[in-house]
């Protein structure tokens, strides 16, 4: 199939503005090239597959959103970590937790095409979490590291460490500022999400997902069966083995 320049052109000039802003709001010449068949087919069919992106819209708006593997316009752990004020890989692991818990509190239906609800107290979050940790720490260690494999989520650690936090510090007057509780650990990562225009927190007490972030998880979700596996697995009690049932289970054997 051929092209005409300006077609290329129009493109490219989505897919570098798109670069160097993140996403193109509200305007119209962009938005009507955009819709142009010969401009989606250049994006779709050479621009995204070559610099592994995806180009999409939601709403009025333009986004950008990088692979999987795309070490070029996504972030690498380290990247992470600084946006995030985590000390190290194992608190971004449990960052990456707390996300996959925060969408399955609005995709916990068989048809994860839709949310389920409009906002999310900060508060149910924490205690979603800390009820899945409890059945992480109650459940053998044989069940946990299988449940990992399956899932590739390092939940040992992930419990480890949210059970060394306490839930909130009463000595706070803002919870953004401070470190060491599990309030202001999801509010930093909260932040890092509401950057990216991702969620809204209101009044660092309520989240609200917005357009881009429904958006990726429904259409352009990498990996989506994955994403469907998890999000079910977390939006229930985590089927593990208690400790006493797999000793009693041993014993038998």
């Not at 142009?36 to 009025?60: C, H, M, Q, S, T």
């Not at 996300?99 to 994860?112: E, T, V």
């Not at 939006?235 to 083995?241: F, G, H, M, Y």
Request: net charge negative; glycine share 2%; proline share 3%.
């Amino acid at each position: 199939m051929e092209w005409n320049q300006d077609d290329v052109r129009w493109a490219f000039r989505i897919f570098m503005r798109l670069v160097r802003d993140g996403q193109i709001e509200h305007d119209p010449e962009y938005s009507y090239h955009y819709q142009d068949p010969n401009v989606r087919l250049i994006i779709e069919d050479i621009i995204e597959k070559e610099a592994d992106i995806k180009v999409f819209e939601a709403g009025e708006c333009l986004y950008l959103s990088a692979g999987v593997d795309n070490r070029y316009f996504g972030y690498t752990n380290e990247e992470l970590r600084t946006k995030m004020k985590l000390d190290n890989n194992q608190e971004l692991y449990l960052a990456y937790f707390a996300m996959l818990c925060l969408l399955a509190k609005f995709y916990n239906s068989d048809d994860q095409a839709f949310t389920s609800r409009q906002f999310l107290p900060l508060e149910e979050l924490e205690e979603t979490i800390t009820t899945h940790v409890e059945e992480i720490s109650e459940a053998s260690s044989e069940e946990v590291e299988a449940v990992e494999v399956e899932t590739k989520l390092s939940l040992s650690v992930v419990a480890s460490l949210w059970k060394e936090m306490p839930a909130f510090d009463d000595t706070l007057k803002y919870q953004r500022r401070g470190k060491n509780n599990r309030i202001s650990f999801l509010l930093r990562v909260l932040a890092f999400l509401e950057a990216e225009g991702l969620v809204q927190v209101l009044e660092d007490r309520e989240i609200r997902l917005l357009p881009k972030l429904e958006h990726l998880v429904v259409k352009y979700y990498f990996h989506s069966q994955r994403k469907d596996f998890l999000l079910q697995l977390l939006s229930e009690p985590l089927i593990l083995v208690p400790k006493e049932t797999a000793t009693v289970r041993k014993e038998e054997a």
